[in-house]
């Protein structure tokens, strides 16, 4: 039995979305673990209601802003 496009192209899709996810999980452990309280919680609902985008988000706009001012 071989493996056909449309096969391949889900077996992508799925292998992309485990990354996202696991992406995902990484950024907002990170956010628990080392921001500030209150800006913790904020961080923690974006993150949760908004999945990739909000990790994105955190990861080019929060994450560079704490490692420069020395709390990484």
Do not use: Q
């Given at each position: 039995m071989?493996?056909?496009?449309?096969?391949?192209?889900?077996l992508?899709?799925?292998?992309?979305?485990?990354?996202?996810?696991?992406?995902?999980?990484?950024?907002?452990?990170?956010?628990?673990?080392?921001?500030?309280?209150?800006?913790?919680?904020?961080?923690?609902?974006?993150?949760?209601?908004?999945?990739?985008?909000?990790?994105?988000?955190?990861?080019?706009?929060?994450?560079?802003?704490?490692?420069?001012?020395?709390?990484?």
């Amino acid at each position: 039995m071989s493996l056909g496009i449309p096969e391949i192209l889900m077996l992508a899709i799925m292998f992309l979305m485990l990354l996202g996810t696991i992406f995902w999980v990484r950024m907002i452990i990170e956010c628990a673990t080392r921001e500030s309280d209150p800006e913790r919680l904020v961080w923690i609902i974006i993150l949760v209601f908004t999945y990739l985008i909000g990790a994105a988000l955190y990861y080019f706009v929060r994450r560079p802003a704490r490692i420069a001012a020395g709390r990484a």
